[in-house]
């Protein structure tokens, strides 16, 4: 995956709301314990695949790389601790 997709999925992982910004302190990005939006989040990126914006060969290997950008994202707020 190049950092293109890499950007491509964050922005949709974000906007599924499967990451969000840290409630308490609005600065440090965290995933969402929410499977609702990661579930919206592996939509997001098969339809982003359909659409030729993430350069994988296969529609399950962009979700296999959606998953990777949830898992390095925190599981919680490293300062806050939330
Ligand atoms: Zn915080």
New binding site residues.
Partial sequence: MNRYSWFVLEHYAKKAGAIIV?P??R??EMRAADPAAVQTAYGMATNAWERGAIGTDSREEAVRFMKRVLKDAKLR?P??L?
């Fill in positions: 840290c308490r302190c600065t440090n707020c300062v806050c939330v």
